[in-house]
DNA sequence: CCAAAAGTGTTCAGGGTACACCCATGC
DNA sequence: GCATGGGTGTACCCTGAACACTTTTGG
């Protein structure tokens, strides 16, 4: 912050670079005094399908990297903040209205500013983590069909031991050893990597698992969320009674009931509960070291 | 990202803006067709006096906000990334040598790039997190004398049971109900706020608390470290065994004994520990709910 | 001898794990 | 009836909380 000024000190540290300085005013300031920074929005989006975790990606048409896939993304506006501009382009990538959209679990990850990061020009990239349910057909509805789902396993993102083996031991996962290998567009597998460990490992804290839930769903449905985002079967009856003790997890549907897959016994209905922080946390089991 | 092309659809997606925006080539793009964004670091730098956690600061000599406190920062210049600028921005307000700065903990935190956060033009800035031990004179060495250390309680920062009563019930903290008033500069308070909640958080499951202590420390001192950060005493003998069970938390330094306010047994010394992740995490007691 | 800080031992309750068992529905 | 998924009960283990106690230093 603190644009012209430096800090305090008053003797105006505007970096100098190489952009078009033209007069820096002692007491104002250039807006075109600075290299040009474009400053935009990648959003990793993810959905449970199939028994794992998917991604949403794009496939790039042009150079760099034609012929890769990326994750969506976009500019920020002028008028916009990042946050609006990563919901606004979640709206557009899944082909949700904007109320409809306004619902989904949309979370900063981090900033990727690299200087080379892009081929082309300084492009500061602020991420975001969206967690969707499993959409009918969640493409974009008109002409931009071209996002795709995609399961992570294919994409070479690592899961979490694995990195912590190629890396060294207990790191929180700030390397880059989570991306196998270069898949993605620019620096997206690392985005992706980061995203995905994030969802990971607050699953275990916050009732964010619900986000990726229809809004009525069965205990079972909630497993195996838990079960893909985890890669670990988990005990039912032991699961059961810690979601249930969890205050503001989950609440019951009163009188709602479903069948799962057209068999078995009718599932109790719930809604995802109010609170986002967990006490006592929901801890995956085993994790290289103790047993389960 | 995927500047000019927007994202796969070769629609060329560029913002329209306000901007300065000249001929958009369809298959170029024009690094000053977008409304200039600076890019700035913000540095939330923490440490443990006097039993609790204080802050540093800077104190504002020019409009807007002249006389306020502020977080200390700066541009991100054209070369560097925001990480590198954090931590060329810390070396310089610590007062420490760059190989000395190298060693301190940094943090990328979160960005902030609402429209209005700085009147003067559009600023984004990535916010970043540092932990220094109590150091004998952190402040800047030379002319720059103006970074002072403040306590956190001084400033209106509540803490989270306090924000957690005034928002809802157990959100997660990414509310702006974390700090009282409007004490600091610019969006510091809310900055500052996140940051030091994410450090109450993180002291739970990793090894950042070695942060805060010199490189040869006892665990009496450790406790004390945790006891600041979270506010809440500790049981000692319980403290002490957590610790010693947690893998690279610590290691002992084979023979060597300090005393620590010159009365009482010699404590045995420890340095940090490798591991970042805590297996089993150290909970802290109570909130709100459970006993202890 | 006393105060202060470090370090050890022991008891006890709550929570997590594992696993056995019963219920309801479709075919 | 049988397979499939939902739901309940229970025994055991182990961790974490509480607290009594010993040790080593300076005054």
Redesign the interface.
């Known amino acids: ?10 003797e105006g ?8 300085a033209e007069a820096r005013l002692p007491d104002g ?1 250039d ?2 005094a ?7 929005v ?1 959003l990793a989006v993810f959905t449970v399908r199939g028994g794992e975790m998917q991604a949403l990606l ?5 150079e760099p990297y034609a012929g890769r896939w ?14 609006t501009a990563a919901r606004r382009e979640l709206a557009e990538e899944t082909g949700l209205s904007g109320t409809a959209a306004a619902g989904l679990h949309l979370e ?1 990850l ?2 990727y ?3 080379g ?2 081929p ?7 991420a975001y983590t969206a967690l969707v349910p499993d959409l009918p057909e969640p493409r974009g509805g008109g ?2 069909a ?2 795709q789902w995609l399961p992570l396993s294919g994409l070479g993102i690592r899961a979490e031991h694995e990195a912590v083996q190629a890396g ?7 390397d880059r050893a989570l991306s196998r290998g270069t898949v993605l ?2 620096d ?1 597998d690392r985005i992706l990597a980061h995203a995905r460990e994030r969802v990971r490992a607050k699953l275990e804290y ?1 009732g964010l698992a619900t986000s990726f839930c229809p809004p009525e769903f069965t205990l079972g449905e909630l497993q195996q969320v838990y079960e893909a985002v985890w890669g670990t079967p988990l005990d039912r009856p032991n699961f059961r009674r810690k979601v249930l003790a969890t ?2 997890l989950v609440e019951p549907v009163p009188g709602a009931a479903r069948l799962t897959k057209g068999r078995g016994k009718p599932a109790a209905l719930y809604r995802a509960g ?7 946390p929901l801890l995956r089991p085993s ?1 290289e ?2 047993p389960a």
Chains 1, 2 share one sequence.
């Open positions: 912050m603190v644009p012209p000024e430096g800090h305090g000190g008053g540290k505007v970096p100098e670079g190489h952009a078009r300031y807006k075109y600075f290299e040009p920074f474009a400053v935009a990648d794009i496939r790039r048409g042009q990326a994750l969506p993304g976009g500019f920020v506006r002028p008028d916009e903040s990042a946050e900063q981090r900033t500013s690299e200087p990061r892009d082309r020009m300084r492009v500061v990239s602020v002409d931009a071209h996002a060294r031991e207990g790191a929180v996962v700030d567009a620019f997206h916050t205050p503001g109010g609170a986002a922080a967990l006490h006592p994790r070291g103790r």
